[in-house]
């Protein structure tokens, strides 16, 4: 990296969480998304609308998104797509990339987290950490008990990283069978031998869910759009209450 391609950091910054389904914060968080993930996955990512990442499933999610104070930037968001809300899309996102039948018997209700992205410049544990923890007080307020998501990782190189991450979060981070789902689509395999003694390098958002307790419930599932590998996640949230409550909520565990 070159000098003149290092920014400035501030050492302190002011950031501010909000839910919302305001249409004009919607369209910021969108056309984040796009400026992210279409660098990160070299996707145009299917977008009707140049510059945006937009699509059905918008209108019926709340947003959560992260805004810098002091610029009025809007650095971060995610969007919940909660279990009464469906009806209005026909479903969970993710039940357009997996079998998600073994799930409908989940005692509870269920909320799917999607489209999370940072600003490259805010990617810092304060930033995923303000993030979380308003999903956090999300999930307790709508009384959520399973957060499920997909996890997507570049396949820029091919597939190898891909796979490489998919088999190490297989052996550390594999749900039980009764959260198993399966991919519609799956994930071209690799010809060649996987070289499973270097370390695996874990991307920090798929790092974020695994180390608040979240599991991959199966094999991988090809985006075409996104040009990536998808793993469903899902995290029970009464274990997240019990071990990060005082970290992210503020009451004793």
């Keep these: 990296m070159t000098a003149q391609s290092v920014r400035p950091r ?12 305001n249409p004009v914060l919607i369209e910021e968080a969108q056309r984040l998304r796009y400026r992210v993930f279409s660098k990160e996955y070299d996707s145009d990512l299917g977008a009707d609308i140049p510059g945006l990442d937009a699509d059905s499933f918008d209108t019926a999610c709340d947003h959560l998104v992260v805004t810098d104070s002091d610029t009025g930037e809007l650095v971060a968001t995610t969007r919940i797509l909660h279990q009464a809300d469906t009806s209005r899309v026909g479903g969970f ?10 799930l409908n018997h989940l005692p509870g209700a269920v909320a799917e987290l999607g489209r999370t992205c940072v600003h490259p410049d805010y990617r810092n544990g304060a930033t995923i950490s303000l993030l979380w923890s308003a ?6 307020a709508h009384n959520v008990d399973y957060l499920i998501g997909c996890a997507s990782i570049s396949m820029s190189d091919g597939g190898l990283k891909a796979w490489r991450i998919a088999r190490h979060l297989q052996r550390e981070y594999l749900a039980d069978d009764s959260f ?16 499973e003694e270097r370390p695996v390098d874990v991307p920090p958002l798929l790092k974020a869910y695994m180390r608040l307790g979240a599991r991959v419930c199966g094999e991988p599932c090809w985006d075409p759009d996104f ?17 990060y409550s005082r970290h992210f909520l503020g009451k004793a565990s």
Excluded: M, N, Q, W
């Design 10 to 21: 501030r050492s302190a910054r002011r950031l501010k969480t909000d839910i919302t389904r």
């Design 93 to 102: 996102y993710s039940a357009g990339e997996f079998d998600l039948s073994t």
């Design 135 to 140: 999903v956090a007080e999300y999930l307790v």
């Design 180 to 195: 198993r789902v399966y991919p519609l689509r799956d994930l071209p395999h690799l010809t060649h031998i996987v070289d």
């Design 227 to 243: 040009r990536c590998a998808d793993l469903l996640v899902l995290l029970e949230v009464d274990k997240l209450a019990s071990r």
